[in-house]
C-alpha cells in the first residue's frame, strides 16, 4: 500500500516554470514505478511523464517532451516533475500515481496508487 499527496501546483504565467512534489508513503516506495497524469476541465486525463522504479528511465508525452522532467528520490519517498517554459495548454489538474510494475505505464489502468491532485494554471 502507498499513500501520494501532491503539492506545488499553482498560477503561473506562460514562460515560467513550476515544479511539483508528490511525497508517497510506506516503506517500499523503492520498488514503485511512478507517474504523472494531468487533466483539463471536459478532457480525459492524460498520461505526461513516467520513472521506473529505479529511476533509471523515464518516458514522456510528446507535448511536455524537452520541457518537463521527472525524477525519483527514493530516499525522501518523492518523485518530481519539473515544469519549464510552461503554455497555457498545460494547464490542468496533475496527477500522481504509482504501481509495482517493471515497466512504466502510460495509461490510467496501468496504476494502482492515486493523489488527489494539485491544480496548475498557466496565464497567457
Known amino acids: 500500500q502507498v499513500q501520494l499527496v501532491e503539492s506545488g501546483g499553482g498560477l503561473v504565467q506562460a514562460g515560467g516554470s513550476l515544479r511539483l512534489s508528490c511525497a508517497a508513503s510506506?516503506?517500499?516506495?523503492?520498488?514503485?514505478?511512478m507517474g504523472w497524469f494531468r487533466q483539463a476541465p471536459g478532457k480525459e486525463r492524460e498520461f505526461v511523464a513516467g520513472i521506473s522504479w529505479s529511476g533509471s528511465h523515464t518516458y514522456y508525452a510528446d507535448s511536455v517532451k524537452g520541457r518537463f522532467t521527472i525524477s525519483k528520490d527514493n530516499a525522501k519517498n518523492t518523485v518530481y516533475l519539473q515544469m519549464n517554459s510552461l503554455k497555457p495548454e498545460d494547464t490542468a489538474v496533475y496527477y500522481c500515481?504509482?504501481?509495482?510494475?517493471?515497466?512504466?505505464?502510460?495509461?490510467?489502468?496501468?496504476?494502482?496508487?492515486w493523489g488527489q491532485g494539485t491544480q496548475v494554471t498557466v496565464s497567457s
Open positions: 500515481a504509482a504501481d509495482r510494475k517493471l515497466a512504466i505505464a502510460t495509461t490510467r489502468e496501468g496504476y494502482g496508487y
Open positions: 510506506g516503506r517500499t516506495f523503492l520498488t514503485y514505478t
